[in-house]
């Protein structure tokens, strides 16, 4: 059962393949014999799928070498991004090669930047093997990593040449991160599509059981909503910023707190909240929908409340710095409706603390 989707961007479109053991079927990798490759990866998913992957590869006449970095988001640094590039450098790895991204958003990411900059622009494939991944860091280009003063501050928009995602590497991830993958599922539904978040709500117990058929029909819809938005708005100079939502919150409790002590997606959920809670003071959102899209958060597994260790006062500076930031004035996504969403410019300040506060 495989379902493929194409990104269309003109010359840079590419196929996203979804199903199951995709990663012993050399087809969907776009290759061919005599190539060169350069596997990245990280030090849990490694053991679990490396040797399969280059087992297929060499089979069919792929040269390949490998990487192995640290696992987790404190990891998503300058000095990641450099070992990429130095094995590249290492195995002479030429203009022609291409860097595949085996494991989750913070491998995709940092691997999509290294391939950006390698001799100014090798092909690179994405792997992801998170949920998270699956529906939203793999599809769309944003490649980046993190400095202590902001998250994803530095990096490139550079598509990849193909997504190929196995259903089979859900079975291997841990409770914890396949909930953090399903706020990005459920902000889909928030954002775009209110079919889509019913459906969520009736099927959102069978994700979390790694129901097959529920998985790929969801992962493929995330993708389908994801591509259309990338196709529209490829560098993020509109709608794209809709896909933020929760992020201006979520990202200031992962920096603030330290990158990899909350979870990207559990900072979203939050964060997301917390976007909620804005809409409502600005009157744009009912009690109602917040009640709808806390209680999808907490079967879903995740978090709905704000850290208690962090101050309120330490959002501010964090959400300042954000790349939506408009001439120092903040600019949030905001929930308008279930399935709808839209950015705001000059929210005050009092607003934010507030959003926080009731959160």
């Known amino acids: 059962m495989q379902k493929i989707l194409n990104v269309a961007l003109a010359k840079r479109s590419y196929p996203i393949t979804i199903g199951e053991n995709l990663l012993s079927e050399f087809q969907h990798f776009k290759l061919q014999a005599g190539q060169r490759v350069l596997i990245a990866t990280n030090e849990t998913i490694a053991p679990l799928y490396l040797q399969t992957l280059i087992d297929m590869l060499e089979k069919h006449g792929i040269k390949t070498d490998s990487v192995v970095v640290p696992d987790g988001e404190q990891y998503k640094t300058m000095e990641t991004w450099n070992t990429i590039l130095t094995a590249l450098l290492a195995h002479n790895h030429t203009r022609s090669s291409i860097l595949i991204a085996l494991g989750g958003g913070v491998i995709g990411d940092v691997a999509g930047f290294a391939a950006s900059a390698y001799q100014r622009g090798i092909k690179f494939i994405q792997v992801p093997t998170t949920l998270l991944s699956q529906v939203d860091s793999s599809v769309g280009g944003k490649t980046a990593i993190n400095h202590p003063l902001g998250k994803n501050m530095i990096g490139a928009f550079y598509q990849p040449q193909s997504v190929v995602i196995d259903l089979h590497c859900l079975k291997t991830l841990p409770q914890r ?78 920096a603030e707190l330290g990158y990899g002590n909350w979870l990207h997606g559990e900072a979203v959920s939050v964060g997301m909240l917390m976007a909620a809670q804005t809409a409502k003071l600005l009157g744009k959102l009912t009690q109602a929908d917040i009640e709808r899209i806390k209680n999808l958060l907490i079967r879903a597994k995740l978090p709905v409340n704000r850290p208690t260790t962090m101050p309120i006062e330490s959002y501010l500076p964090h959400m300042l710095r954000d790349k939506k930031v408009l001439s120092g004035q903040l600019r949030l996504v905001v929930p308008t409706k279930i399935g709808h969403a839209e950015v705001m410019d000059g929210i005050d300040k009092d607003v934010v603390f507030q959003s926080i506060q009731l959160t």
């Not at 978040?197 to 959102?204: G, K, R, S, T, V």
């Not at 994801?226 to 200031?252: C, F, P, S, W």
């Open 177 to 254: 991160e396949l909930s953090a993958g399903l706020a990005e599922v459920i902000k889909y539904g928030i954002i775009l599509d209110p079919e889509f978040f019913n459906w969520l709500e009736q099927h959102i117990e069978d994700l979390l059981n790694l129901d097959v058929n529920a998985l790929s029909y969801c992962i493929y819809h995330c993708c389908e909503l994801k591509a259309k938005v990338v196709a529209a708005d490829e560098t993020e100079q509109d709608m794209r910023a809709i896909l933020n939502l929760g992020h201006t919150y979520g990202h200031a409790i992962e």
